[in-house]
């Protein structure tokens, strides 16, 4: 299955859920009142923000008195450049270094599928005939470093571990060291996944940055987060609390195929001016995909 494929697949509950309401609302070829009134409600009901969702129907009704659309086809590719407008264009990877390793820093709070997506980041790079190393820094939580465990099996890597309880930074630290001797590609390091509260986060996090820097001056080179699609707007909140602890290089949005709500991914686009890097759009470990926003906006309003 293509990319497109898959992301079609994977946003067909939001499509079908909500978006898919748009085919009426376009079909009438009439952009009044009553048009925006209809378009700001479905769009706030996808979870795209109702801040977002303001700014995008204000912007659309400028640009069709503008370019003087009459038909529905037209008024949704205005929409469309809008989106993208707020999403961006660009595809992105993970970040290359020159000296090896890549230290990417993953965050996250419990249950949003940060462990998965570190074993199926590490999959990928097992792919591309690179060498990872898993670091269990997420010492909290018992079943976490089992977890992680299962993972590094699957992909075939090697997984640096403390026991319950140590240091997350002492793991982190021996993770990059063991990797620089290894000459290892990238370093994939979990974090706690406790929202306990900001003050200490923000000083869990600072420790890691500082001894992160540490082994390796210039890391961590990527801090990605990891947000569940489906608990909408609760995910834009966590998004604003960790990128204040830990300044963000882009977002993995997962379960965005279990969700109605596929219009998340604008709102965080929006608020964190940030990328999504990547996407979850089911199980399997190859199911994590780079995010391609043009793919994606059109999945949003492809019809079945």
Not at 40 to 66: C, F, H, M, P, Y
Not at 192 to 203: I, P
Not at 221 to 249: I, M, R, S, W, Y
Request: glycine share 10%.
């Amino acid at each position: 299955m293509g990319f497109f494929s898959r992301i079609k697949e994977g946003l067909k509950k939001t499509r079908t859920g909500i978006m898919g309401r748009m085919d009426g609302l376009f079909a009438r070829n009439m952009f009044d009142d009553q048009f925006y009134e209809e378009l700001e409600e479905i769009l706030i009901s996808a979870d795209i923000g109702v801040e977002t969702t303001l700014e995008l129907v204000e912007n659309l009704r400028q640009k069709v008195k503008e370019t003087k659309a009459k038909e529905g086809d037209q008024v949704v590719t205005l929409l469309k450049e809008l989106i993208l407008d707020i999403i961006g264009t660009e595809i992105y990877g993970l970040a290359e270094v020159e000296e090896k390793p890549a230290v990417i820093l993953v965050l996250g709070v419990n249950g949003v599928g940060k462990t998965t997506t570190i074993g199926k980041l590490a999959a990928r790079y097992q792919r591309e005939k690179k060498k990872v190393i898993l670091a269990a820094g997420d010492t909290f939580r018992a079943a976490a470093c089992e977890q992680l465990e299962i993972w590094a099996d699957r992909a075939g890597c090697e997984m640096i571990k403390h026991q319950g309880g140590a240091d997350p930074s002492a793991v982190l630290f021996d993770a990059i060291s063991a990797a620089k001797a290894r000459g290892v590609d990238a370093v994939l390091c979990d974090t706690a996944g406790r929202l306990h509260n900001k003050t200490n986060l923000m000083n869990e996090l600072k420790k890691v940055h500082r001894v992160v820097e540490k082994a390796m001056p210039g890391a961590p080179h990527e801090v990605l987060l990891v947000l569940d699609a489906t608990t909408g707007q609760n995910a834009l909140a966590q998004a604003k609390v960790f990128n204040e602890a830990a300044p963000l290089t882009g977002v993995v949005l997962t379960k965005l195929d279990g969700t109605a709500k596929g219009g998340i991914v604008i709102a965080v686009a929006r608020a964190l001016k940030v990328p999504v890097k990547f996407i979850g759009v089911g199980e399997k470990s190859d199911d994590l995909q780079p995010f391609d926003p043009r793919e994606y906006v059109d999945g949003l309003f492809t019809q079945d």
